[in-house]
């Protein structure tokens, strides 16, 4: 029954329509359905409706018609139209409702089911990307107008940011979020070049060279990520998380604010990930694309994501996700150990800055 209820709308079929049959069930003597068991029951019209709470017996026979119309109960009636069962002997015929048809359909119920359950996930990851997107945007107008003051398209991205942010309050269906995604994804690439210029060339992340110069800029930095500012960056030895003094002072989690290390160090630092996700990554949302289609081959359960997610907000869970894929091979328990950052998240302990640096500083000094 708790398969038939996620996938009810696949069967036509109602929470009402259900409870009926959840009363016809309890009718029936055995503990579930199938063997050599008679899967007939014939209880009244009073009898159903008294075990339904005191159902109006017109409401009951409606819910059963449409039971009987999905194909999940059969009538099998007797000559007189009565609900009975009759011995001959050895032989035993009973007349009611035949419940065989949700036995036989069972593993049709458990697909469909998991039909509905893979398109929810589709949909809720579909509106975490476009969410981040927003962000994206709303981030880049605030950057565009220092850089470039006064032209049209910042204001064009913070009304396309507000417009999203009130969209994303309604229940949309999956095609108003792709196309709302399509769209944000345009005027993403297109804020991208305006700021980045024509001339501007991609990061090439094998150059060693390149890596040491973005390091060099994190040391000196005396407000890019408060976690790095007394720890300094790893050696080649050091684990994968450093260990800030006792002294330092820890902001605060803000889930709602993208993390002040740049993406382009971030995707230096996690070459790895171009093996086993080949789209462009050029914006926060798309690293979290990439780290949710990582995240299953990792062995990391969808609750141990989420909770991530809600402790250290999609883009930082993005840069643990992918850092762990760089040492997957060191990392004896991938979920536990997600689960335990996690914590340390929850508890304003935690920067994945000092992840990033550690990859840099291990590639750097090999």
């Known amino acids: 029954m708790r398969e038939l209820s996620k996938a009810q709308g696949a069967f036509g079929v109602t929470e009402r329509d259900l409870t009926v049959l959840q009363g016809l069930l309890s009718f029936f003597p055995g503990d579930a359905l199938g063997g050599n068991a008679e899967m007939v029951v014939f209880p009244s019209n009073k009898a159903i409706c008294e075990r339904l709470n005191g159902m109006p017996c017109s409401t009951m026979r409606r819910h059963l018609a449409r039971l009987v119309e999905a194909g999940l109960l059969a009538r099998r009636d007797s000559p007189n139209g009565k609900r009975y069962v009759r011995k001959h002997g050895e032989e035993r015929v009973a007349f009611g409702f035949d419940l065989s048809p949700l036995y036989c359909r069972a593993e049709e119920i458990a697909r469909a089911a998991e039909a509905v359950r893979e398109a929810e ?114 050696g080649p030895g050091s684990e994968l998380e450093l260990e800030l003094e006792p002294e330092a002072e820890i902001e605060e989690p803000d889930i709602r604010r993208a993390p002040r290390i740049p993406l382009h160090l971030v995707i230096s630092g996690c070459p790895s990930l171009k093996t086993f996700y080949h789209g462009d990554i050029r914006h926060w949302h798309q690293l979290f694309d990439a780290a949710c289609h990582v995240r299953p081959a990792m062995g990391i359960s969808a609750s141990a994501w989420e909770e991530a997610q809600r402790c250290m907000g999609p883009e930082q869970a993005s840069i643990v996700l992918v850092a762990m894929l760089e040492r997957f091979a060191e990392i004896r328990s991938p979920g536990g150990y997600l689960r335990a950052l996690t914590s340390k998240a929850a508890a304003g302990e935690f920067s994945c800055g000092p992840m990033v640096m550690a990859l840099i500083a291990r590639r750097n000094a090999a």
């Open 121 to 234: 996930d589709r949909m809720r990851r579909l509106r975490e990307v476009v969410s981040l997107m927003r962000r994206d945007i709303a981030a880049l107008a605030e950057f565009g107008e220092e850089v470039q003051p006064g032209l049209g398209l910042w204001h064009q991205l913070r009304d396309k940011a507000a417009l999203t942010a009130r969209a994303l309050r309604r229940k949309l269906s999956l095609e108003d979020l792709s196309a709302c995604r399509t769209d944000l994804e345009t005027l993403l690439d297109h804020a991208r070049n305006v700021i980045d210029g024509p001339e501007t060339e991609k990061m090439n992340t094998n150059d060693a060279l390149s890596e040491h110069h973005h390091l060099n800029s994190i040391k000196d930095s005396t407000d890019f990520e408060p976690a790095l500012n007394k720890g300094g960056p790893a």
